[in-house]
């Protein structure tokens, strides 16, 4: 095995775990699950059937990652953040042939107790904060607070708050790394410079 695992967790025939990953106490993995490399699945995580986790992901203490949902790479789930998959569920009414699809692109984080209704996605390094509602599409690098959530910024890929508008034009250094930000009306995009 490539990958650690402890002895209270469960990790069903025909999950996928990628190596160096780390399964930790109370851990339930479905069989049809797929675990990059280096994925940290905290203490009281469950992984549905129908998803994908991408390599570096960090799924925090009591998540419950359901059917439908992917992780790009390098996500961070908070402790105790929620997920769904069905929009409008009544337990009189079966809706598994109604899940939506929900997609993490690579780099977000979301907060602790964050709630993230299911048929959105939350684009590259986007920020949720903690407590948050989602239910609806979040631009890359965007900082949403509140229920439900609103922007209130935008976010460096180091994980600090970008001195930028929430619309219209500027440019923003990262003072850890120095990349660029560059906002262009409502959405950011981090600039690599050209080689000289």
């Known amino acids: 095995m490539s990958y650690y695992q402890h002895s209270s967790a469960i990790v069903d025939d025909g999950a996928q775990i990628g190596e160096g990953s780390r399964v930790w106490h109370f851990v339930h993995v479905c069989g049809g699950a797929r675990i990059g490399k280096g994925v940290s699945l905290g203490q009281n995580v469950f992984v549905g059937n129908r998803v994908s986790v991408g390599d570096h992901c960090k799924i925090q203490n009591n998540v419950s990652v359901y059917d439908n949902v992917t992780l790009e790479e390098g996500v961070f789930c908070g402790p105790s953040m929620v997920f769904t998959n069905v929009y409008n569920p009544r337990s009189l009414i079966e809706r598994k042939d109604e899940y939506r699809d929900t997609l993490v692109r690579r780099g977000a984080t979301l907060g602790a107790n964050c709630t993230i209704v299911c048929g959105v996605t ?32 935008w976010m460096s890929e180091f994980g600090e708050q970008l001195d930028l508008p929430l619309s219209g034009d500027g440019i923003a250094v990262c003072a850890h790394t120095g990349a660029r930000y560059v906002l262009h009306g409502d959405h950011v995009e981090k600039k690599t410079e050209a080689a000289a």
């Not at 599409?137 to 209130?152: K, T």
């Open 122 to 153: 939350i684009g590259e390094f986007a920020f949720i904060g903690a407590g948050a509602v989602i239910n609806k599409d979040v631009p890359a690098y965007a900082l949403m607070v509140g229920v439900p959530a609103r922007q209130i910024g």
